[in-house]
């Protein structure tokens, strides 16, 4: 073959926020009731960014200002790493992330830039990888 093929290895280091209950819910002290999970990558449009992989607020804590409290957090993060932005992916379903984002300035690919996002599950991964096809 004629071509050099260079790899470089990047580790991703996944990096999270956790919200445990107060002391003044002595039965459950210490338990996860929330949390946010976010990773840096790179834009070969703009350079470092942000992107959240899932932020999580159990049902008996919802509407106590935690998902937005995560949110917010993580965005003070980006900024504070020079990230150029953040993103992230939200299920149709979720109405109240949607609206979140709106009202944030967040804006939907899908609908502005007609972005796709595809899927390659470990099956079709691994015929694709030990295809002929060049």
Same mark, same amino acid.
């Given at each position: ?8 290895? =990047? =580790?991703?280091?996944? #990096? ?16 996860? =009731?929330? /949390? ?9 449009? #703009?350079?470092?960014?942000? /992107?959240? $992989?899932?932020? /999580? =607020? ?21 900024? #504070? ?17 949607? #609206? ?17 996002? /595809?899927?390659?599950?470990?099956? $079709?991964? $691994? ?8």
């Amino acid at each position: 073959m004629p071509y050099l093929i260079q790899h470089s290895v =990047v =580790v991703i280091k996944y #990096e999270m926020i956790l919200i445990f209950t107060p002391d003044s819910r002595k039965s459950e002290k210490g338990k996860i =009731v929330a /949390y946010g999970l976010y990773f840096f990558t790179y834009s070969t449009f #703009e350079g470092r960014m942000l /992107y959240i $992989e899932d932020v /999580y =607020v159990k049902p008996p804590w919802n509407r106590q200002g935690l998902g937005t409290w995560i949110w917010k957090d993580i965005a003070k993060i980006a900024v #504070e790493t020079d990230c150029h932005r953040m993103q992230w992916i939200v299920l149709n379903s979720n109405q109240t992330a949607i #609206e979140m984002g709106k009202k944030r300035g967040a804006v939907d690919l899908t609908l502005t830039d007609k972005w796709h996002l /595809y899927r390659m599950r470990r099956k $079709e991964l $691994e015929a694709f990888a030990n295809s002929s096809d060049l």
